[in-house]
């Protein structure tokens, strides 16, 4: 059986191709207070994840605080929410919950509320949180802040009847077994599967060519041009110039973003699940 020589690289190219899109697992939560950037003891991150843990529990709203080093590569107006989905965060299947993000580089954080949560704590709610944390963030007390904030959702979610329940959502709400990843790590996925990729292709080519030689092998040598030429070979009758494809220009049509009701009831419907705060700040 003779291989036709396109298929090499054809082989290499879905040896690249598959080396991109092999799936990264997120990193998935593990503690409701998530400390990247070592702010925190050892001793205070595990008596604030005790804390954290039972509030929520209890609430049946998960209430976290994540410390990154930086912002993973997002726009400040992207950050909380990124985190929020990137870390997997979230009470019971409808992933209801409030996060305090904090990046250490960049001297950022911002508060944000999804699902259920976001019908009670609205942007006004959301900045009191930013307030408390920033109260403890200019000083430098980190478990201060941590602390002010758990203690401030725990007595806002209280304060406003919030109630547990799967919202209604007019987009697909997040999808838990969905990896979802912040530009950085994006670039740095593509950058580690660039040697894997390329590795691949040579094995696959490596491969193909020594299969192509030993399917190969000359009979004898001819002397004269003409037996190389295949009698009643290929005639071009006719050539002609043809377009493979079409550019098509589209313009995407955003939803509104609004979203939120009545606390509690079931009957809220959310565009995209999250409520946000007027704007993070730095401290």
């Not at 193909?208 to 000359?218: A, D, E, F, H, I």
């Not at 609004?258 to 946000?276: K, L, P, Q, R, T």
């Amino acid at each position: 059986m003779r291989i036709k020589k396109w298929l090499i690289p054809l082989a290499a190219m879905l040896a690249f191709v598959m080396a991109l899109v092999l799936p990264v697992p997120a990193n998935a939560a593990q503690a409701y207070v998530i400390d990247e950037a070592g702010m925190l003891t050892t001793d205070e991150l595990a008596e604030l994840n005790r804390m954290a843990e039972e509030i929520s529990l209890r609430q049946e709203c998960g209430v976290y605080v994540v410390i990154t080093s930086d912002m993973h590569g997002y726009r400040e107006s992207e950050y909380a929410q990124g985190i929020y989905m990137n870390y997997d965060l979230g009470y019971g299947e409808a992933a209801n919950g409030v996060l305090l993000a904090i990046s250490v580089k960049e001297s950022f954080f911002d508060c944000i509320a999804y699902g259920a949560a976001s019908d009670v704590i609205f942007t006004a709610r959301l900045d009191q949180l930013n307030d408390v944390a920033y109260s403890y963030l200019r000083n430098g007390d980190w478990y201060g802040c941590v602390r002010g904030y758990l203690n401030e959702s725990d007595k806002l979610l209280t304060a406003s009847g919030y109630t547990n329940y799967n919202p209604t959502y007019t987009d697909p709400p997040i999808n838990q077994n969905t990896v979802i990843t912040s530009p950085t790590q994006r670039k740095n996925q593509w950058l580690g599967r660039l040697p894997i990729a390329f590795g691949g292709s040579g094995v696959i080519g490596t491969i193909s060519v020594l299969m192509m030689r030993g399917k190969n092998k000359n009979i004898g040598e001819a002397h004269n041009a003409d037996s190389y030429i295949i009698k009643n070979g290929v005639k071009l009758v006719v050539q002609q110039d043809q377009f493979a494809g079409k550019t098509r220009s589209v313009t995407r049509i955003h939803r509104d973003s609004g979203g939120g009701g009545s606390s509690g009831g079931g009957h809220s419907y959310h565009s995209s699940g999250f409520s946000h705060s007027s704007g993070g700040r730095h401290f």
